[in-house]
């Protein structure tokens, strides 16, 4: 006899008790302690070959010259952009290094290029991942109820429904939907007052990086901009803006609200991703459910602590292994808003 069951009833049986099975202690006991443990030698290796690598296209490109190739330039160096903007998501999570200093200056040294305020955008990633799969606290990419989106205008529901891979530029300045301040202003709620310098530093380095683009439009022209500079950034944008939105809208991936969140249940709220030969290029960001419990693990030890914990995790883990165009379709399909009420919560289609 064929049961006719709701696939989110399977997943309220495993996501919606109050307590999971085992605790973060017990998925640490089983990782190797060295995979916490960042080596500065290995951390600078991954900044300075995305450095070399960077400089290399823009040499080959620049030699070149040629419209046949730009189209090829800005993919690659688009890619290497957010490779590098993933080493300073390292230095953010302080996983990069143990010391502090080293941590900011590698972090502003790959983010103010690619004109990401590093400090605004490390604090605002640390309340995301302190408050993942909160319907009410998390800081980006989290759901609308069925009301909120009832509410939205067209040209809301525009821009985060067909828009949504350009998103990230309009979130350094507004935040995500229903929030307010931006990642530049010390006064922005982001931020607490003990942060105020490290706000005002990286503004005054992105400042000076647009500044700098500004200078070069000015010289050599916005052609020249465009080619070298504005195409291979919305690469970047969209790399940026397509991993995280896979990470965490699924249409089987619980949301929580009240008391029924907890960190580590939060935590296991998003799901890993296969990007194929890119995964090493991008420092294997796709890893992504251990680096939610373990923020302060280093991104090549990621892969080792995943599966350490597999186990234990059992039905908890998810990795889709769908071709990245595909499942970005469907979540894009699917993926519009939540029920007004209740926990767990799941994404469902338009009506």
Not at 21 to 31: A, G, M, P
Not at 89 to 111: A, P, R, V
Not at 261 to 276: E, H, I, N, P, Q
Not at 280 to 305: D, E, S
Request: net charge neutral; glycine share 6%.
């Amino acid at each position: 006899m064929q049961l006719n069951i709701n696939p989110h009833q399977l997943e309220e049986q495993v996501f919606g008790e109050k307590e999971l099975s085992f605790t973060l202690q017990d998925l640490k006991n089983v990782i190797p302690a060295y995979c916490f443990e960042p080596s500065i030698g290995r951390s600078l290796f991954y900044f300075f070959l995305d450095i070399s690598i960077i400089a290399g296209l823009y040499a080959i490109a620049y030699s070149l010259d040629s419209w046949w190739f730009f189209p090829l330039f800005w993919l690659m160096q688009g890619t290497m952009f957010w490779a590098l903007f993933v080493v300073g998501h390292d230095c953010g999570h302080s996983s990069f290094s143990k010391i502090k200093w080293l941590n900011n200056l590698i972090g502003h040294l790959c983010h103010t290029p690619i004109l990401v305020p590093y400090h605004g955008w490390r604090i605002s990633h640390r309340t995301h991942h302190a408050n993942t799969g909160n319907i009410d606290t998390d800081e980006s990419w989290y759901p609308v109820s069925e009301s909120q989106y009832n509410a939205m205008t067209g040209i809301e529901k525009f821009l985060r429904y067909k828009l949504f891979l350009l998103a990230y530029p309009v979130y350094l300045f507004k935040r995500s939907p229903g929030k307010t301040g931006s990642h530049f202003l010390p006064s922005s709620p982001l931020f607490r007052p003990s942060e105020k310098w490290d706000a005002i530093a990286s503004t005054v380095c992105w400042g000076l990086m647009v500044t700098f683009l500004g200078v070069l439009t000015f010289k050599f022209g916005f052609l020249f901009l465009f080619k070298y500079y504005v195409m291979p950034y919305l690469v970047f944008v969209v790399w940026l803006d397509l991993v995280t939105y896979l990470h965490h809208t699924v249409e089987e991936i619980p949301w929580y609200r009240g008391n029924d969140w907890y960190f580590l249940k939060g935590a296991l709220s998003t799901v890993d991703r296969d990007y194929g030969f890119i995964n090493p290029i991008h420092h294997n960001i796709g890893t992504h459910v251990a680096h939610h419990i373990f923020l302060n693990m280093p991104h090549y030890h990621l892969l080792t602590a995943t599966e350490a914990i597999k186990p234990i995790l059992g039905e908890y883990y998810r990795k889709s292994t769908e071709p990245i165009w595909k499942t970005l379709f469907k979540s894009a399909k699917t993926c519009y808003f939540v029920p007004n009420e209740g926990s767990p919560v799941y994404y469902e289609r338009k009506k």
